[in-house]
């Protein structure tokens, strides 16, 4: 029976990747801090959701410490098969008025999980979840065509961003240089020291359980907001467009890629493609359309390095893992408009 360390398990990704490997035979450890609300900056009284969640499972064990920890993190890593890191800073706006915190936990978190990972006899695979960010304003540099509702890349790039798409030359915002500096360290320690390790540099992951704020999970937000008659404020003209991948469609490309893994080092750029995308206004539309609620929307300035259109060149995924997106974003965003109604309560005040 394989050993997976979850980093991060009690957030978003991490949570619903522990129970999906759990269900599929997986010996599961979560190490989570709980630490999201301090990192936000913000009191967050779901921070404990998802771990009460795990702690109902007997095939899942909860570790509370820290990444950054190299004595809690070693024993831990020296157990596991495979190391699924998903413990982060998650906000861009949050990196950008504290970067040292940011840096710490994104570039300083992943280089310790690695080191546990490198002195680990077994070496283990590691999955890291990096981002789209990692490409910084060269996406804006591509250009788009405006259209009525939403801004899409030129013929020339309608495929998406491919994984060889450049990373120099450009503005990040400090999120996008810590996760670029844990994405690089994941490689070449993959390289230098002989594990298989997958990248995922993902575009917009939504799903159930993901406790979105204005400036971190907006999907999730949007649908959050317009059911508890919160504002939502539009940062630029809210014809910006992601490709939106359902969270369970993600953890299939992880699985695809232990199943196929020969101790080599993979790069994926993910998310739901070209044929799953949303645009801001696009979305507050749909969310409109399916509960007949109207958001209340105010728009604002662009921030910063916030790219256009970002969409996932996903072919290499598809032609390495054997891997499609299988969740269209019409029913995703209804999963998610369920979900959010049953614990609407957690959502008022």
């Known amino acids: 029976m394989a050993r997976m360390l979850v980093t991060g398990g009690a957030g978003f990704i991490g949570s619903h990747a522990a129970l999906y490997f759990a269900d599929r035979g997986y010996r599961i450890t979560v190490l989570d801090n709980l630490s999201r609300g301090r990192l936000l900056k913000r009191e967050d009284p779901n921070a404990l959701f998802n771990w009460d969640l795990l702690s109902e499972r007997n095939d899942i064990?909860?570790?509370?410490?820290?990444?950054?920890?190299?004595?809690?993190?070693?024993?831990?890593?020296?157990?596991?098969?495979?190391?699924?890191?998903?413990?982060?800073?998650?906000?861009?706006t949050t990196s950008v008025v504290d970067p040292e915190t940011d840096f710490h936990t994104n570039a300083l978190g992943t280089f310790t999980v690695l080191e546990a990972a490198r002195r680990a006899g077994r070496k283990p695979a590691v999955i890291f979840c990096s981002t789209n960010k990692v490409y910084g304003e060269n996406v804006n540099a591509i250009g788009v065509e405006e259209e009525e509702r939403r801004y899409r890349f030129p013929e020339a790039m309608a495929a998406g961003v491919?994984?060889?798409?450049?990373?120099?030359?450009?503005?990040?915002?400090?999120?996008?240089?810590?996760?670029?500096?844990?994405?690089?360290?994941?490689?070449?320690?993959?390289?230098?020291?002989?594990?298989?390790?997958?990248?995922?540099r993902m575009?917009?992951?939504?799903?159930?359980?993901?406790?979105?704020?204005?400036?971190?999970?907006?999907?999730?937000?949007?649908?959050?907001?317009?059911?508890s008659g919160k504002p939502i404020t539009i940062y630029g003209d809210g014809k910006q467009v992601r490709d939106v991948l359902w969270v369970e469609d993600l953890l299939g490309a992880y699985e695809a890629f232990l199943r196929k893994r020969d101790g080599g080092v993979e790069?994926?750029?993910?998310?739901?493609?070209?044929?799953?995308?949303?645009?801001?206004?696009e979305l507050?539309?749909?969310?409109?359309?399916?509960?007949?609620?109207?958001?209340?929307?105010?728009?604002?300035?662009?921030?910063?390095?916030?790219?256009?259109?970002?969409?996932?060149?996903?072919?290499?995924?598809?032609?390495?893992?054997?891997?499609?997106?299988?969740?269209?974003?019409?029913?995703?965003?209804?999963?998610?408009?369920?979900?959010?109604?049953?614990?609407?309560?957690?959502?008022?005040?």
Not at 271 to 281: C, D, M
Not at 288 to 303: C, D, E, L, N, Y
Not at 320 to 332: I, Q
Request: glycine share 10%; hydrophobic share 40%; proline share 5%.
């Open 267 to 281: 790069v994926f750029n993910m998310g739901g493609g070209p044929q799953h995308t949303l645009s801001l206004l």
């Open 61 to 92: 064990r909860l570790v509370r410490g820290d990444v950054r920890d190299a004595e809690l993190v070693g024993p831990l890593a020296a157990e596991a098969d495979v190391i699924l890191h998903a413990a982060a800073q998650t906000a861009v």
């Open 162 to 200: 491919p994984e060889t798409f450049s990373i120099d030359r450009c503005e990040h915002t400090p999120y996008g240089c810590s996760k670029l500096t844990g994405d690089l360290y994941v490689q070449d320690f993959g390289h230098l020291y002989g594990f298989g390790a997958g990248v995922f």
């Open 203 to 227: 575009s917009c992951i939504y799903g159930s359980r993901q406790f979105g704020m204005e400036d971190q999970g907006w999907v999730a937000w949007f649908v959050i907001a317009a059911l």
């Open 284 to 349: 507050l539309e749909l969310i409109q359309k399916m509960t007949g609620v109207a958001p209340r929307i105010s728009f604002a300035g662009w921030r910063p390095s916030d790219q256009k259109v970002y969409v996932s060149d996903i072919r290499r995924a598809r032609e390495v893992l054997g891997w499609e997106p299988r969740t269209a974003p019409r029913e995703g965003v209804a999963r998610l408009i369920a979900w959010t109604k049953e614990n609407l309560d957690r959502f008022r005040g």
